[in-house]
T-cell receptor, first 116, second 114 residues
Framework: GAVVSQHPSWVICKSGTSVKIECRSL??????MFWYRQFPKQSLMLMAT?????????EQGVEKDKFLINHASLTLSTLTVTSAHPEDSSFYIC????????????FGPGTRLTVL | QKEVEQNSGPLSVPEGAIASLNCTYS??????FFWYRQYSGKSPELIMS????GDKEDGRFTAQLNKASQYVSLLIRDSQPSDSATYLC??????????????FGTGTRLTIIP
């Protein structure tokens, strides 16, 4: 069964609203969460890395005030897209790492965001 | 030069044949290498990992690593229509050692023809 869940699986919102995406590790403690964005027919683009209890580290070009990441517990990380615009429409995917690093790593199923 | 390069395809292979997917990387100190399968509209799924030179087999899949040539490949034997997907190569460069921040290739789209 799935070891990492994301909620919601898809969301449609109006331009200017904020959307929160949750990523949960179901049966292991995720010390690190990675958030990716994927546009159609393109590869994964890393947005940020978060460690439990610490501030997220954002990749160059990713606006930290627009994409708020919280990793408050070892099983939950959230990504909030603030004041979403149509160009933010994308497939957002989290990847969770357990204490064994790449030996326990799982992608979430992804969240399809459409901003009208 | 891109850090991880893959031929974008599409690569078409007849059912039952061997599909060969290739990937090159630029960081000679890279330690860990992964192959993911991604179906359209879904998130990537890890199918193989390899850490040392040589071959690693798992069912119909074989990963091959040649660190001297900075080359990693994935062979799929007895290809099935269900193998049709995009295959992503991912590398953990030396510069990312310790934080497991993988660098992904752009993926190769594989189509198995019945």
């Amino acid at each position: 069964g799935a070891v990492v869940s994301q909620h919601p699986s898809w969301v449609i919102c109006k331009s200017g609203t904020s959307v929160k995406i949750e990523c949960r590790s179901l049966d292991f403690q995720a010390t690190t969460m990675f958030w990716y964005r994927q546009f159609p027919k393109q590869s994964l683009m890393l947005m940020a890395t978060s460690n439990e209890g610490s501030k997220a580290t954002y990749e160059q070009g990713v606006e930290k005030d627009k994409f708020l990441i919280n990793h408050a517990s070892l099983t939950l990380s959230t990504l909030t897209v603030t004041s979403a615009h149509p160009e933010d429409s994308s497939f957002y995917i989290c990847r969770a790492l357990g204490v064994a690093g790449v030996h326990t790593q799982y992608f979430g199923p992804g969240t399809r965001l459409t901003v009208l | 030069q891109k850090e991880v390069e893959q031929n974008s395809g599409p690569l078409s292979v007849p059912e039952g044949a061997i599909a060969s997917l290739n990937c090159t990387y630029s960081d000679r100190g890279s330690q860990s290498f992964f192959w993911y399968r991604q179906y359209s509209g879904k998130s990537p799924e890890l199918i193989m990992s390899i850490y040392s030179n040589g071959d690693k087999e798992d069912g119909r899949f074989t990963a091959q690593l040649n660190k001297a040539s900075q080359y990693v490949s994935l062979l799929i034997r007895d290809s099935q229509p269900s193998d049709s997907a995009t295959y992503l190569c991912a590398v953990n460069p030396l510069s990312n050692f310790g934080n497991e921040k993988l660098t992904f290739g752009t993926g190769t789209r594989l189509t198995i023809i019945p």
